[in-house]
Every structure is written in C-alpha cells, then in structure tokens.
C-alpha cells in the first residue's frame, strides 16, 4: 500500500531562515506529488505538484519542491521564511495514470512556526 | 464562486445520535471526496464519488455513508456517532478523477462527539 513520511512533525524558525521539509513516498510505480499548505483556521490550499518534467517545481510564496525519483523523495523548499508562513504543511502522492482514481495519501504534517 | 461549500462549521453530538455533513460545489467536478484530518495523522480518506451516482470506500470508511444522487451535493453521514469520530472533517472536489488535478477544499467541519 502506499504510504507517505513527513520527518518533521513540528520546525521552529527565524523569520529568513531557510527552510526544507521532508517528504518520502512508498510505491514504485509513477506518481503524482502535491505539498498543501493550511494557515490556521483555513482549508487546505495547494503550493505546488509534480506530474511530470522538470523535477524541481516552483509553487506560490516562494516556495519549491525537487522529486528525486531515486530515492521516493518530494523535499519542499523556501530560501527565507516569512511569519505569515507559520502553518501546516502536508505531503500527498496518488498514483499517476488513466486508471487512477484520484486518491490522495497525504502525510503526517508538519507544523512549521516562524518567530518574528 | 463559492467553490466548496460546508455546512455546518460546527458541531457537538452526544453518542449514538445521527447527523449528516453537508458538502456542495459549484465548479461542475465529476470527483468528490471527504477526509477527516485528525492530529499526527494527515487527513485520511473516507469516502469518494467519481461521477454521479457512484461512490467508493477509501482509507477508513467504518461508520460512515455517502451517497452522490446530483454532481453538487456529496453529503456524508454518521449512523451512530462514536467518540472516535471526533475530527475535523473536510470535503474536497475536483475536475475529474484523473490524479493531475489538485483538489480544492472547503473550509472543514469541527465535529465533538461526547
């Protein structure tokens, strides 16, 4: 069954710092690669996904994200960390093809909090 | 646009009462689903439909039911709420089933089951 692993459960920052987050995939056949974000007391909203190509994506605020089919790996990424990042970031994969059904295996979260 | 609506926000039920959560979008999605998002443990799948009258199980779908009688509306119901049903339920929507779409969210329901 697919599974995915977000290593970090909670991140403290200083506002610029850098940051990455940790996200690890099981399955072995093609995927697609979401990050959401949740702001406190929000809805999930989408950063950025993979389908194909260029491995490293870029999504909104900033913020990107490099696939490494090698090593089942979707590491999101943010050269300088703003306050008004402190929220909740979630991982998800589904499988890619016309078979797929849309299903969305999300990971544990990670809290990420930014100190001003 | 509205997007994806949820009703109520908020909601307290005592155990063994029944209640249905209420979703609705206005994008004209073939794909619908509902995840309940508990702490440490992402958001987990309960339900989906991929089209009008069509529905599936997903990741933990005990004690719950759905149905899909018009694209709009995918309301989700508990039979006979339990304690462990006590979550932040959310409905999700999108274009079609195909994986490349990203969902679109609404803004969750607080569910307290006593």
């Known amino acids: 069954a697919q599974s995915v692993s977000q290593h970090n459960h909670h991140v403290i920052l200083s506002e610029a710092a850098s940051l990455e987050l940790g996200c690890n995939y099981s399955?072995?056949?093609?995927?697609?690669l979401f990050w959401y974000v949740q702001y406190p007391g929000q809805h999930l909203q989408l950063l950025l996904k993979?389908?194909?190509?260029?491995?490293l994506v870029k999504g909104i605020k900033g913020f990107e994200a490099e696939f490494i089919k090698s090593k089942f790996s979707f590491n999101l990424r943010k050269p300088s960390v703003q306050w008004s990042d402190t929220a909740e970031y979630f991982c998800?994969?589904?499988?890619?093809?016309?078979?797929?059904?849309?299903?969305?295996?999300f990971g544990q979260g990670t809290t990420l909090q930014v100190k001003p | 646009n509205a997007g994806v609506t949820q009703t109520p926000k908020f909601q307290v039920l005592k155990t063994g009462q029944s209640m249905t959560l209420q979703c609705a979008q206005d994008?004209?999605?073939?794909?619908m689903s509902w995840y309940r998002q508990d702490p440490g443990m992402g958001l987990r799948l309960i339900h989906y439909s991929v089209g009008a009258g069509i529905t599936d199980q997903g990741e933990v779908p005990n004690g719950y039911n759905v149905s899909r009688s018009t694209t709009e509306d995918f309301p989700l119901r508990l039979l006979s709420a339990a304690p462990s049903q006590t979550s932040v339920y959310f409905c999700?929507?999108?274009?079609?089933?195909?994986?490349?779409?990203?969902?679109?969210f609404g803004d969750g329901t607080r569910l307290s089951i006593l």
């Open positions: 994008m004209n999605h073939e794909y």
């Open positions: 999700a929507s999108k274009t079609t089933p195909d994986g490349n779409q990203p969902q679109h």
């Open positions: 993979y389908f194909s190509g260029d491995p």
């Open positions: 399955y072995g056949g093609t995927v697609n």
């Open positions: 998800a994969v589904n499988k890619a093809g016309s078979s797929n059904t849309g299903k969305l295996i």
